[in-house]
């Protein structure tokens, strides 16, 4: 499949079906803002993440979520989801074996893999602490517990959000820690498992429904819930497009990994070239629209 293609059809089909309204929200493809649902409304989010190619053979990995988001008061989101994930790959590693965090050990390595399963359930919680639209910084907390049959995580985030320029300008920053329990590649031991991020990106409404920006992600994990040992460095940039009417909105983003990842500790064979494998993909894509209720 031709990457640019898919990008190119992507951001063709939101101009050609695009009518003439104000913006939307969600312009990020991947971090979180402060622009919540106001008191008493719905939204339904549809995303879906492709995680694509490593380092030889295929590799394809898709993470989908299907998410309601009601504002409970004009400060305090919460919001309920269902995750799946895809995954099609072949001898996608650096021994040329058929290997990842969601691939089975049992498996025969020398064939192909691919399997669509239900991932897990979650809960979400925001609470904006200052507004960005009224106050000199925006600051809120994010909370997300999620639960799956082989995989349990709970997940918070500091968010800051900084306005500029009447609002047109956006510069977000999301500080993101997560444990995780992970039974799916294992057949003995659950995995025990911990993870800090530091995302940071800019939003620059260019016309009256556009956006467009940049976004980075250093992504650290470590061994064990309570940040013991790091395992892997990474770090990922690429830029984002947003549209947004009354009635929807829609986001694509692209995200490339940076030749300079390393592995270490327990993790020292997910490395190779320069890049982080595991679950990660040389270039990651975000889809994703939004429908208020």
Known sequence: MNINRVVLLALGALVFISPAVHAGEGNF???YTLDLQP???????QRMQWNHRQEAGRYEDFDMRSEIEYGLSENL???????TNYVNANQNDRFGE???????????????????????????????????YTDWIGIGVYFEPT???????????????????????ILAS????????????????PEKASHADLLMGASYRFAPKWSGGLEY?????????????????????????HYGTQKWWATVAWRHQLKSGSCMNAGEFECSSGY???????DEFMFKFGIPL
């Open 147 to 169: 639960l799956g049959y082989d995989n349990k995580s709970f997940e918070y985030r500091l968010l800051l959000q900084k306005n500029l320029m009447d609002d047109k300008l």
């Open 39 to 45: 008191k008493g409304s719905y939204e339904f989010e």
């Open 98 to 132: 058929t290997a990842g965090s969601r691939i089975p050990e049992s498996i025969d390595t020398s064939k192909s893999y691919s399997k669509f399963r239900y991932e897990s359930v979650a809960a979400e919680l925001i609470w904006r602490i200052t507004n960005p």
């Open 174 to 189: 999301n500080l993101v820690f997560e444990t995780e329990r992970d039974e799916v590649a294992t057949n003995t031991n």
């Open 217 to 241: 992600r250093y992504h650290n994990d470590f061994s064990g819930y309570f940040y013991q040992n790091v395992t892997q460095h990474a770090h990922f940039i690429g830029p984002n497009l």
């Open 29 to 31: 493809g991947w971090i």
């Open 77 to 83: 989101q919460i919001a309920g989801y269902v995750n």
């Open 276 to 282: 982080v494998n595991d679950d990660h993909g040389r």
